[in-house]
Structure formats: C-alpha cells, structure tokens
C-alpha cells in the first residue's frame, strides 16, 4: 500500500462517502493497494454506498467531488489533518485494533514525547468530582502530562480547565467536527482549548454530533492514553465505555474512590474492587506510570510534593475524606483522632487549600490553591 500521506486527499475523499467508515475503507485500500486507487475504482462503481435505501451511490457522488480541492477547503479553515502512519499521528492510537485513519485538529500540533492520560467521569458530577478532576488535571499538567479527555459537561470540562489553569497541554476528542462546538454552552472552555492545546476528531469539519459518534470517540481517547483515570461514574456511566476499550487494549485503568452512598461514586468504586488503581492524588498517577518529576537541582517537582509534605493526620483525614463528603465528628470517629484535634487539622488543611467546608459543616476534598501545596 503506497505512503497515506502522499495521498491524503484521496483518503479523505474516501473516509467522506457515507458509510464509508474504518472497515470499509480498509478493506477498500487492501482490495486497491492505495488511497488513489481505490479512489478511481469508487468513481468507476466499486462500493454500493447508499443507494439501496434510495440515496445517493458513490459513484454519483465521487463524481462531484475533487479530492484536492476538498483538502485545500478544509485546511484553509484552520484545520489540520494527520494521518495513520504520518507525522503527527498518536503513535498508541496507532496500535488499537481500529485506529482512524486520518483525524482532524484544530489548535496547537499534538505534543510529541509527553505521556497522554486520559480523565473521563460523569456529565453530572458533584462538587467532589469536579474539584478532584481539576486537582488531578492540573498536577498531572504541572509534571507534564498530556491530559485528555471530551469536553463534555462535568469531569471532562473540569479536567481540560485543570490542565489549561496550569499552563498544561490538553487535548479534546470530539464526536462531532472540530468546527462545531458541542455541548454550546461550553464554547469559552473550546476557544481555550483552541488557543492552549488541541479540538481532535476523526469527523470532518462540520459534522454534527450524533449517539454513535460517542463510543467511536471513547474509542480514541482510550486508545490515546497510556492510563484511563476514571474520577467519578454511576454504575451505567458512559465513561465506562471508555474503560472497556481501555482494558480491551491492554491500557491501564485507575478510579478515584468516592462515597458508599453517592451514586455517582458506584462505578468507580466498583473498578476499584475489580481491581483498577485507586487515585487520591496526582503522585499516585506518576508513580503508576513510572514518571519522575524532578527539577533540575535534584529536589522533587511540585506535583511530588503533594502527597510528601502531608503529615500523617492530614493523611488519615484525607483517607477519611476521599470516601465520601463528612464532618467533623463523623471523620473523628472514622480515625480515631480526637475532636479537638480533628478541627484543628482540619483548620489547618482548609487554610492551605487541602480541603472545603460545605454546607453544614461536612468537608470533601478540594485543589491545593494555595499555601506551600500550590
């Protein structure tokens, strides 16, 4: 099969027929050795396109189409496209056994050399959930981390912000074109993406999204990453499906461990008991993945600290806190500290961004915004 790259306005002119999805046009390019050719033989009747349900075959619509132009078109509009095999193409996307063929950007060029991780959770995340995925987004960022996730409401928003406010790279996989923003209301979080990091699709520029675009896209940001951290998923969470294509690769999966009683936290939870890595700071990420963050003097990077510089009652009560939002005096009784010295710490914790007071009294875990943990 001749180089994608030389004929990637054939590739993309194939990829554009209807129907004409991953299995296909590689059986297209086996059956014709190469983008062009297989090309020509769709503009001479190979394909049955859609015809039979009363559209429009290939072959009339191959007829109106340059290839050429087309590629000039979408490029002209700020789009970027790479291919399987080309400069710029994730090299682990590459390995699934369905890989896109080409996909689509519009943004900064994807980073080559960083580890990709993948922050995927529920669209309607509690507090907890959003303040965990921004923390661990923007730690894993300051150790330089390509942080993935597909800006969706909830986590992937709170994840792509967390990267983005450290001054990270961060990449969102749509299910839609690049030039289509999906949710709306997430438009500023998209424009800051743009400018910062990357919009990545295997859909051309303006197509919509639609309910079978969203697994073929959990599909790529699994295949993306080298672990999937799952911050927070009811039992029945679409964010498992990106779990599933994970372990189906052979990535690793990891889970924030979240309340017994909150439904959100069920399937997180229930990764952890099936085994999956339990998460409760952006060290335990880095030390998974083998990732060392050092400054160049030899002192730990701030991301290493995190979890080093608390003492062990701001650990317990962190543990403590990690399952579920509590307290005061129901964290004295889950750790044995006693009360007067369990608000104290607490004060302690909350003045130095390790912790939030909410309604009642009761804490949960937060960003470290500011102290000697910033």
């Known amino acids: ?80 496209v790479v291919v399987k095999g080309g400069p710029g193409y994730p090299g682990l996307l590459g390995e699934i056994h369905d890989p896109p063929w080409a996909l689509y950007c519009r943004g900064r060029p994807l980073p080559v050399g960083l580890t990709c991780v993948a922050l ?6 509690t507090p907890y959930g959003l303040e965990v995925a921004g923390w661990l987004a923007g730690g894993l ?9 597909g800006a969706a409401f909830g986590v992937d928003a709170a994840a792509h912000r967390g990267a983005l406010a450290e001054g990270g790279f961060t990449t969102a996989v749509l299910g839609c074109g690049v030039d289509v923003v999906y949710p709306w ?6 424009s ?21 675009h969203f697994p ?27 779990v599933d ?60 600290s995190l979890c080093k510089e608390w003492g062990t009652k701001e650990r317990t009560l962190l543990d403590a806190i990690s399952g579920g939002l509590s307290d005061a005096e129901g964290l004295s009784g889950k750790t044995g500290l006693n009360a007067a010295e369990t608000v104290s710490v607490l004060s302690r914790m909350e003045v130095e961004g390790l912790v939030t007071r909410g309604p009642g009294g009761r804490y949960y875990r937060s960003a470290p915004h500011g102290g000697k943990h910033a």
Do not use: Q
């Open 216 to 242: 073929a896209r959990n599909r790529v940001i699994a295949g993306m990453s080298a672990a999937v951290i799952v911050v927070e998923a009811s039992e029945r969470s679409g964010a498992l499906l990106t």
């Open 141 to 149: 960022a300051r150790a330089g981390v390509h942080v993935i996730s």
């Open 1 to 80: 099969m001749k180089d994608l790259e030389s004929e990637k306005a054939e590739l993309l002119a194939l990829l554009s027929l209807p129907g004409a999805g991953v299995k296909k046009v590689g059986e297209l390019l086996t059956m014709f050795g190469s983008p062009a050719g297989a090309w020509e033989a769709v503009r001479r009747g190979a394909g049955h396109g859609d015809s039979r349900a009363g559209g429009t075959g290939w072959r009339e619509l191959s007829g109106r189409v340059d290839p050429v132009s087309r590629l000039r078109a979408i490029e002209s509009g700020g789009v970027t």
């Open 120 to 125: 995927v959770g529920s669209r309607k995340a």
């Open 192 to 212: 800051d993406i743009e400018s910062e990091g990357c919009l990545l699709g295997e859909y051309p520029p303006g197509t919509e999204p639609a309910r079978h």
């Open 245 to 304: 294509f994970a372990l189906s690769e052979g990535r690793e999966v990891m889970a924030v461990p979240g309340g017994v009683f909150s439904p959100n936290s069920r399937g997180t939870n229930a990764l952890i008991r099936n085994g999956a890595v339990p998460v409760t700071c952006p060290e335990d990420v880095l030390k998974e993945l083998g990732i060392s963050r050092e400054g160049t003097d030899g002192s730990p990077g701030p991301v290493d």
């Open 185 to 190: 209301s997430n438009g500023a979080l998209f």
